[in-house]
Each structure stands twice: as C-alpha cells, then as structure tokens.
C-alpha cells in the first residue's frame, strides 16, 4: 500500500509521466530493487549448495533466468518454493509489475485511480464471500491490486484527508500491533478478517502520516526513521534465507531455542542489511540521484 502511494506520488510530481520521465522512473526503480538482490544472490547461491547440497538448484534454464530478473517469479500453490531461491522474490515481482501499470495505465490520474480501485475491491469481495484460499487472496498479482490501489487512491485524496490529525497514528498503530501480534488470542480469524483489518489499519496510518508536520519532527527521530529507511529493502530480502540456514543448523528442540534462533537470525538480518547498504546500495544511490534529476 505505501508503495502504491509513493510511486502514484513521484510518478505525478517528478517524473510527471513525459517519456524522458518514465524512462528516469523505471531505471530508478530497477537500480533500487536490482543491485541488492544480484549482490544477495550471488553469495546465497553458493552458501546454499554448501549447506543444502547440490541437490537444491535441479533447475533449467528459465528457472534461473527468472531468479535473476525477478519477472515471472509469482506464486504458485506447487511450485513456487521449488523454484525461487530467495523466498521474498514472489513480493518483488509484483512491485515490479505494479509500477510498470501504475507508470503507463493507473496512476495517471484520480478517475483511472478510483476505477482501479473499484475494481480491486469488487475482485477482494468476490474471492472472500466466493471462498478462495487464502494463499491465492495473498500471494498473487490481482490480490495485491486491492493495496496499491488504496495507496494510490490516498494520493488523490489526500487534500481532502488533510483534517485527519496526525495524532490519530498512536491508536492506529496499537491496533496494528493488537491486530498482528494478538489477533489469535482474541478469537479473531486470521486469514480474512485479521487479514483485511491489517489493509484497513495500514490505510489508516499511512494518511495520518501524512499529515505529519515534517518541520516539527524532532532531528533524532528523523535519524532513526533515516537508517530503518536504508534498512527495511536489504532487511527484508535476506531475512528468509538466514532464517532458513539458522534453523537448518541450529534446529530448535525447544522455546528457548526457537528464541535464540529469532535471535540469531534478527542479528544476522540487520548485519548483512547493512553491509548491503553500505557496500552496495550507498554506491548505486549516487547514479540514481543523477537519474532523478
């Protein structure tokens, strides 16, 4: 949802959909999502095969093509965990294929908007009260439509949520925590209910966020919100794969050790994240603030 937000808001106010715009937009994108999972994929590759075996990677050629370029790389209900080697690429493939239709088609304007979204909800509607499984209302292209949308459609309407006060962000993001972390204790159903309160919720924060007088942010917050920031990409397309090495050698006999492993694998996660920040994604960001403009 942020990224259906963002991308709808640089879309229309830097790059302003001109050719030279879009060209700038899509070559940004791809230096923001491609340098760090090539740099990624090319030291898990041979880390697995050393920990798993070769018996990990029995793939052809398109398998591995895909894996490199990420496209094509959606959810399947069989194959899925089979072919991806780096578990979060299912969720970059449809970024990928989400900015593409928001640069050329959806978010040009407030009525194509409001129509995408329309539509994404009436698609959500259909697939809950028609009963699909919760794997194909989650992992796949058109599920995901229903969170750009409400991010893009926040854009358009942004001036007139502008009487939303920013306070509103404290009890929304305890719902969020509530919601996330103790929806099951409470006897709410996780994977409807909870599932779309989270859409909801996130809709919610995401406008009280921004109405944030940014001015009056106190320096150290925004140094803190600064380094989560170059955090949360490199954090999240290597946090499944040494979650996956740490339970393999390190298998949990107990909760202590289920703890330990949490543990090791959030220590981990943050210590590579940020050699790639710093290694990779500080070096790239020099051409891609050329390429902004």
Known sequence: MLSGYLMTLVLNERYEFTSSGLKRFLINRALRIYPPYWALLIVYIPLSILVYGNEIYPFGPYVWLK????????????????????????????????????????????????????????????????GVEYAMRYYTLIAASLPFSTGALIYFTRKSLKRVPPILLVPVSILFIVNTFFAGALGIEKETLSFYLSVIITAGMIVALINVDVAKVPKRIKEVEGLFGDLSYPVFICHWPI???????????????????????????????????????????????????
């Open 67 to 130: 894996n490199f370029v990420i496209f094509g790389s959606s959810y399947h209900p069989v194959h899925y965990l089979q072919e991806v080697f780096i578990s979060p690429i299912w969720s970059l493939n449809v970024e990928l294929v989400f900015y593409l239709a928001m640069a050329f088609v959806l978010s040009r304007s407030r009525s194509i908007t409001i129509i995408w979204f329309l539509h994404s909800l009436a698609y959500t509607t259909y697939s809950v009260v028609g």
């Open 243 to 293: 979650a996956g090495f740490v339970l393999y050698l390190l298998p949990p006999q107990s909760s202590g050790g289920r703890l330990l492993a949490l543990v090791i694998t959030i220590v981990a996660s943050v210590g590579v994240a940020a050699i790639l920040n710093i290694f990779v994604e500080k070096r790239v960001e020099r051409l891609r603030k050329r390429v902004r403009g």
